[in-house]
Each structure stands twice: as structure tokens, then as C-alpha cells.
Nanobody
């Protein structure tokens, strides 16, 4: 199994930046994809950014050019650098990992609030 813990959320003004971290523990060598999702009140959870063990990345159109996903393998950590934040980025942000065998693991989430 894999355990995930997110951190770095908070309250920021529009135009500001935050960096989210997701630390994985457990059978981390089985992970081949990690991603950030978000869920705003009354909305479905949506994919924000994803990174594969190959290093390939993908982003939702709404965050392209503003958010950057990266990883630090030695620390089993994935980051989400969020710049030029907008009020519509307000949501709970979740880290998800997918391991070989297609099992998914989720963190408890971290709140990001962007004020206008």
C-alpha cells in the first residue's frame, strides 16, 4: 500500500502563489503515476496535473502556463507549484497515486482558498 499526505494549502490573494507538496510512503516503488486533483464546493473532482514515472506530465487546460507539477524521487515527493492564482482555483486539492496493478491511493486533501 501507499500512503499520501498533502501540505502547503492556505489562503492567498488573487495573483499570488502557493506550492503544494505530497509525500508518499509505503510501497512507493510501485507508483507509476502521481497526480493532483481538486474539488470545489458543489463541483465534481477534476484532474489538475499528472506526472508519470517516465517524467511525462500533463495539465488541465485551465491551469496550463500557471501550474507546474514536479517530483523529487529521493524524497518520494510530488509538488504542485501554483502561480497567478485565481478565485476559481479555490478548492480542496488531493494527491493521488496509481501503482502497477492499477490500484489508486488518495491523500486527505489540503484546502486552497484564493481571495479576489
Amino acid at each position: 500500500q501507499v500512503q499520501l499526505v498533502e501540505s502547503g494549502g492556505g489562503l492567498v490573494q488573487a495573483g499570488g502563489s502557493l506550492r503544494l507538496s505530497c509525500v508518499a510512503s509505503g510501497r512507493t516503488f510501485t507508483i507509476y503515476n502521481m497526480a493532483w486533483f481538486r474539488q470545489a464546493p458543489g463541483k465534481e473532482r477534476e484532474l489538475v496535473a499528472s506526472i508519470w514515472s517516465s517524467g511525462n506530465v500533463a495539465y488541465a487546460d485551465s491551469v496550463k502556463g500557471r501550474f507546474t507539477i514536479s517530483r523529487e524521487n529521493t524524497k518520494d515527493t510530488v509538488y504542485l507549484q501554483m502561480n497567478n492564482l485565481k478565485p476559481e482555483d479555490t478548492a480542496v486539492y488531493y494527491c493521488r497515486s496509481v501503482v502497477y496493478g492499477a490500484e489508486e491511493y488518495w491523500g486527505p486533501g489540503t484546502q486552497v482558498t484564493v481571495s479576489s
